[in-house]
């Protein structure tokens, strides 16, 4: 099975290709893109991430997509889907996450594509439910949740089980999305 390809007026959420590579360990090697962020990532550590999501993509399973600028075909980072990889009262779940590089951010790339993944995991992959969750000081990424229409509950903010006790990080918010999304 090949991956699929979401598309919106600007974008285009695509399989993940060797030329990304490079442009996505840069993105993940910034201090600004991953400052809520535990440690940015190596090299390695990206292209991990990268084949690793191809391939839940290949399989029809929630992962995340390569995200270029249709217009342009520059690659910008990720949109997409994926399991948290860590227990929480709230997990199993899918999640709607994205990183961008600077250069992309202001411009509402990021509601734009998880509006369309969120509209591929209720649609083709049958999701009742979606969440999203940051750190608390993220106003940025939280700011996005409220774009796409997901509901915070306080009573549900929880310390992220992956940061260390007392990281300026630590405290999450979480958001969840039900039903199909509108447009």
Known sequence: MSAPRLTTDRLVLRAWQDDDLVPFAALNADPEVMEFFPAPLTSDE???F??????????GEPGVFAVEVAATSEFIGFIGLAVPRFEAAFTPCVEVGWRL???AWGHG?????????????FGTLGLDEIVSFT???????????????????????????????GDR?????????????TR
């Open 169 to 181: 990080l630590q405290r999450h918010v979480l958001y969840r999305r039900t039903g199909a999304p």
């Open 101 to 103: 590089a600077r250069s």
């Open 46 to 48: 990206a292209a991990e």
């Open 109 to 121: 790339y990021a509601a734009e594509g998880a509006q369309a993944a969120l509209q591929h995991g």
């Open 50 to 59: 990268a084949g690793r999501h191809q391939a839940l993509l290949e399989a």
């Open 135 to 165: 750190s608390e000081i993220n106003r940025r990424s939280r700011a996005v949740m409220v774009r796409l229409q997901m509901e915070h509950d306080p009573t549900e903010d929880f310390d992220h089980p992956r940061i260390a006790d």
